[in-house]
């Protein structure tokens, strides 16, 4: 798994993959926290970070599945997918490994921003008047989300050779997984299925880890649902190996 891990760390820093990356979230939520006039902490007037961690996961939705699709399909085009799965790997290895460092580029990708939170910690009146507690449950929410979105990216990525299909297929899932639940549950209004589609949708979870309370809950959904998407990816890797 190792090995994989860095060969795949290895090939996105050896291109410009990742320093476009970084590049393109870092100039999109800085224009959102620091720009834009409806979003821009300066005209806002309260020290904290909400329009960053609104607005972030909408970023995130279209980035994550940019970075992922290359992750099997690409291997799956020039033939090396068929190549590793003839050497002594296990599919978990290889599966964890592609997982791994794409959510540490997206996690590295994401690291930046704590700047943001200095900045506005100084800039608070009195100095460090911001909610802390939600800031860093915020954090552990955006870290826990990029996760899914990186397996349901790399899943997606499994299903064809083709990178764009991987880009649409895995943008198409967390966007219902993120918003359309939720629409679903709005839909419903009430009753039990309503509150099950309430409850499942990202969208949800990622706000009750930004109120600063840690649940246990949402973190084991959130896990679980990595576990979900690794173990279809598993499914799809053994078919091919066989």
């Given at each position: ?75 799956s085009r ?14 978990w290895e ?73 880009f649409i ?74």
């Open positions: 798994m190792f090995t994989i891990f860095q060969k795949e760390i290895g090939s996105f820093f050896n291109s410009l993959v990742a320093y476009m990356v970084m590049a393109v979230f870092l100039i999109a939520v800085g224009l959102i926290v620091w720009v834009f006039p409806d979003s821009n902490v300066l005209d806002y007037g309260y020290a904290d970070l909400a329009s960053f961690f609104s607005l972030a996961p909408y970023v995130l939705l279209f980035l994550i599945p940019a970075i992922t699709m290359r992750s099997l399909a690409e291997e020039t033939g090396t997918l068929e190549l590793l799965l003839t050497k002594p790997i296990r599919n290889l599966i964890l490994g592609k997982f791994f460092a794409n959510w540490v580029l997206v996690l590295l990708t994401i690291l930046p921003t704590f700047l943001y939170y200095f900045s506005i910690y100084k800039l608070g009146n009195p100095v460090g008047n911001i909610d802390s507690a939600a800031v860093f449950g915020s954090y552990i929410g955006l870290f826990l989300f990029s996760g899914v979105l990186v397996s349901m990216g790399i899943w997606a990525s499994s299903l064809n050779e083709n990178q764009i299909i991987a297929v895995g943008v198409f899932v967390a966007f219902i997984w993120y918003i359309g639940f939720g629409s679903i549950s709005s839909l419903l209004e009430s009753g039990f299925i309503a509150e099950v589609f309430s409850w499942t949708a990202l969208d949800e979870q990622y706000r009750s880890l930004g109120k600063g309370l840690i649940d246990s809950r949402n973190v084991i959904y959130l896990i679980s649902l990595m576990v979900f998407f690794l173990y279809l990816t598993y499914g799809r890797v053994e078919a091919l190996r066989r």
